[in-house]
């Protein structure tokens, strides 16, 4: 098989991996390179097909992922008949990795394993922009949306640690003069994670702990009973220990979540907690008035209003948000079941891929399968409590990572000899 021109594949391929730390760290350059990235992947693409180079094919399941959320915005727009123009610049973001997905496929596994580099950068930057920020502004966590990504300290807390476990996770790739140095700064970039988040007083983002127990668990098959039965052991007693330890600290915000429970039991219900419980009920009741395509994004705060004239909500909701903290239930809500699945698809889709590439007998494919089973379960989890997407400047950031990690799990016969 002829390789695309190569010109396009090596400045598409620089792009791409400069994607994920450069959306951490700045609010324009994430957007800025996957915009670039696509449109050299395009021209790449019109090339190919002018000299009959190659097909076009790229992987079915994550094209699907990739595009159907645009596919089915633009079928509820035309429903509605109502238009959004930040909707669709956020969803053909995800489009556009599709384009990328099929480019750097071609690209040398060696050239992308340099995302090690963008993972182990973020961590670090990530970590010492939230202990800085956490410990020296009067606003505390409250300040994070003011800098870098401008994200609020929530995702950018999830974000953070999501890649000092990534980075740990790459050293089978070790490729640098100096192993020993470079394995030290990844080792290091999970505890320096560990703690930054620990002083954002985060609380959702250590379910991601859990699920690096499980893709750990779900990459050692071969491991016999009493192994996989120790390991499940030690990781329960660092759970159980890490809650603990969260629940009775006077730095932790996880004992207020129970406060929030029983205050929102006794009508009080404008806490975190219960500003959650009520943007996720009115979710619900609008995907029941609309299920197929839901009442569309733009109509989320106007059904607030109504629901708040039936006291379902409080004023305080209808004032303060426009969006339910959930990915899952901002879809069902503005999209109806079609969005559901197209968020489903997103997440689990490039998922099932990783897991089954967890077996695969290179090494290099396995580390590549478990970093992004990962990213995938962990983004799942993390929109479970936040909108990870709320703000679309994340998108390049899962998207393009997404392709990336997708590129390196995959086998490809022709490029063994290069590896």
Not at 355 to 364: K, Y
Request: some cysteine.
């Amino acid at each position: 098989m002829k390789m695309p021109t190569r010109h396009y594949l090596i400045c598409a391929t620089v792009l791409a991996l400069l994607v994920c730390a450069a959306a951490l760290v700045s609010a324009a350059a994430g957007p800025v390179l996957l915009y670039l990235t696509a449109l050299l992947a395009l021209i790449a693409m019109v090339v190919n097909v002018r000299t009959g180079k190659e097909s076009l094919q790229v992987g079915t399941p994550v094209v699907v992922a990739l595009c159907a959320p645009l596919a089915v915005m633009l079928v509820s727009s035309v429903m509605h008949g109502q238009w959004s123009s930040s909707e669709f610049e956020k969803l053909l973001r995800f489009a556009l990795a599709a384009p990328a997905a099929w480019l750097l496929l071609r690209a040398d596994r060696r050239w992308l394993r340099y995302v090690q580099w963008a993972f182990l950068f973020s961590a670090y930057a990530g970590s010492l922009m939230l202990i800085v920020i956490v410990s020296t502004n009067e606003l505390g966590r409250m300040a994070v949306s003011e800098y870098g990504g401008r994200y609020n300290a929530v995702a950018f807390a999830d974000l953070t640690l999501f890649f000092g476990f990534a980075a740990t996770l790459t050293m089978p790739w070790t490729n640098s003069p100096w192993p020993r140095v470079e394995n030290a700064l990844k080792a290091a970039a999970t505890p320096i994670a560990v703690y930054a988040v620990w002083l954002s007083q985060t609380r959702s983002s250590w379910v991601l702990v859990g699920v690096l127990a499980l893709v750990i668990f779900l990459g050692n098959s071969h491991w016999s009973r009493r192994a996989k039965a120790g390991f499940a052991a030690a990781a329960l007693a660092i759970v159980v220990s890490g809650t603990a330890i969260s629940w009775y600290s006077a730095d932790s915000r996880m004992s207020a979540a129970w406060t929030d429970v029983q205050r929102y039991e006794q009508q009080d219900r404008d806490t975190s907690v219960g500003i959650r419980l009520q943007l996720w009920q009115a979710s619900w009741l609008m995907f029941k008035q609309s299920p197929l395509l839901g009442v569309y994004p733009s109509n989320f705060r106007d059904e607030l209003v109504k629901l708040e004239q039936q006291g379902i909500v409080t004023p305080t909701v209808v004032e303060g948000y426009g969006e339910p903290h959930n990915d899952f239930l901002n879809a069902l809500a503005g999209y109806g079941l079609l969005g559901f699945l197209t968020i489903c698809a997103l997440y689990f889709m490039p998922a099932w891929i990783f897991l089954r590439r967890l077996r695969h007998p290179d090494e290099s494919i396995r580390t590549a399968a478990r970093i992004g089973l990962l990213f995938t379960l962990g983004y799942a989890c993390f929109s479970l409590t936040e909108m990870m997407f709320r703000n679309m400047r994340s998108v390049p950031i899962y998207g393009v990572t997404l392709v990336i990690l997708y590129a390196l799990a995959s086998p490809r016969p022709s490029a063994r000899k290069a590896d």
